[in-house]
């Protein structure tokens, strides 16, 4: 028995993904343009969410029922800049995972969606990231989005 707890723990740690994958520099500096351009959102910042785009950037949302809307960069700042006064619109993240090859990183995240103390609706988004100039910036954000089923949000 014992024999067979070991064999599972080496197999274990040597399946793809099971072991811990240190962060550095390049990973935490990519997922913080994630939380600066939320952070943004929060202080209707749109300067600050703005920067955090790369030129050409898409947004697209993925209902549950497969069908794909797209919505321009500007369209979606506008609209947070539009809110009502004293309306926080916060999208809380969970745990990211982030993956950095050289100038591209990914970054998927759970996220809950709250307007003011209301929650709206929770998924997860997915961001592509380039590095030019020397800044990382979104190419893309895809998300879903759902209003069941969805799992406790962190506390704030």
């Known amino acids: 028995m014992r024999r067979m707890l070991s064999l599972a723990a080496v197999l274990a740690l040597a399946m793809p993904g099971a072991r811990a994958v240190a962060q550095t520099p390049e990973h935490d500096a990519a997922y913080a343009v994630v939380t600066t351009l939320f952070d943004g959102m929060r202080a209707r910042d749109t300067s600050s969410m703005r920067r955090a785009?790369?030129?050409?950037?898409?947004?697209?949302?993925?209902?549950?029922s497969g069908q794909v809307r797209t919505d321009a960069i500007d369209a979606w700042i506008g609209s947070v800049a539009?809110?009502?006064?004293?309306?926080?619109?916060?999208?809380?993240?969970?745990?990211?995972?982030?993956?950095?090859?050289?100038?591209?990183?990914?970054?998927w995240v759970e996220y809950w969606f709250y307007a003011g103390?209301?929650?709206?609706?929770?998924g997860f988004d997915a961001f592509?990231?380039?590095?030019?100039?020397?800044?990382?910036?979104?190419?893309?954000?895809?998300?879903?989005?759902?209003?069941?089923?969805?799992?406790?949000?962190?506390?704030?």
Do not use: M, Y
Not at 83 to 96: C, N
Not at 136 to 153: F, H, K, M, N, Y
């Open 53 to 64: 785009f790369a030129p050409g950037a898409s947004l697209q949302s993925v209902a549950a």
């Open 82 to 107: 539009s809110a009502p006064a004293g309306l926080v619109l916060d999208e809380r993240l969970g745990a990211p995972v982030v993956q950095v090859s050289g100038n591209l990183a990914t970054v």
């Open 117 to 122: 103390e209301r929650f709206s609706h929770c």
């Open 128 to 156: 592509a990231l380039a590095k030019t100039d020397g800044n990382w910036r979104i190419l893309s954000v895809a998300d879903t989005r759902q209003r069941e089923g969805c799992r406790p949000a962190p506390t704030r």
